[in-house]
């Protein structure tokens, strides 16, 4: 139990649907964070939400909408997706947005068909 | 453009011998480096930091090195464990009003041989 969790951990999607990845930390931490991990890169930082407020937006395309509704909820609403979006989507939490070190879930393993 | 490499993929190390683990950056601003470490199907966990004021940081089996003239830092494992197998990440971030968040290299995934 790492305090972060996310769900679903695996997902199938067609291009076409709809579907929401969730996270909910019960860290008590003001700050959280999607990641994306493809096959042979680096961890690539998505969207940042401190106190509920999005402040960082990392050219992230429009068919990832995030939603953060509480400091221990996180969304990330997906629609239209491409299969080259097919990655391991992590979210993280921290105290503050300014610490340093994250909490991380598991991880939501998409796969889009 | 990668501003933290991790140039080995993979590495295989004997159980018992060190394990070094090696990372590069390019970002003069980065002042805070962190290790994560990765076990397949869990997310990445936190395992060493240092700050840009040190040049080495111990943690029980676990060393950080930073070498900030040549924008270098290492994590040496000693003695190595079977336990010790997974991805690691280097990451780093600045507090001099960069972007919000770490930046992570690719990893490096490391094999304890028994």
């Known amino acids: 139990e790492t305090g972060v969790t996310q769900t679903p951990r695996h997902l199938v999607m067609g291009m076409t649907n709809k579907k929401s990845l969730k996270c909910e930390q019960h860290l008590g931490h003001n700050a959280m964070y999607w990641y994306k991990q493809s096959a042979k890169k680096p961890l690539e930082l998505m969207f940042v939400y401190s106190l509920e407020e999005r402040v960082e937006n990392n050219s992230v395309p429009s068919r990832f909408s995030p939603e953060c509704p509480n400091s221990s909820h996180l969304f990330l609403h997906l629609h239209t997706l491409q299969p080259e979006d097919s990655a391991l989507y992590l979210c993280a939490s921290s105290q503050e947005r300014t610490d340093y070190g994250y909490t991380f879930g598991s991880g939501t393993r998409l796969t889009v068909v | 453009d990668q501003q933290v490499k991790q140039n080995s993929p993979s590495l295989s190390v004997q159980e018992g011998r060190i394990s070094i683990l090696n990372c590069d950056y390019t970002n003069s601003m980065f002042d805070y480096f962190l290790w994560y470490k990765k076990y397949p199907a869990e997310g990445p966990t936190f395992l060493i930091s240092?700050?840009?004021?040190?040049d080495k940081n111990e943690d029980g089996r676990f060393t950080v090195f930073l070498n900030k003239s040549a924008k270098h830092l290492s994590l040496h494992i000693v003695p190595s464990q079977p336990g010790d197998s997974a991805v690691y990440f280097c990451a780093a971030r600045s507090t001099g009003g960069g972007a919000d968040g770490l930046t992570f290299g690719k990893g490096t995934h490391l094999i304890i041989q028994p």
């Open positions: 240092i700050s840009s004021i040190k």
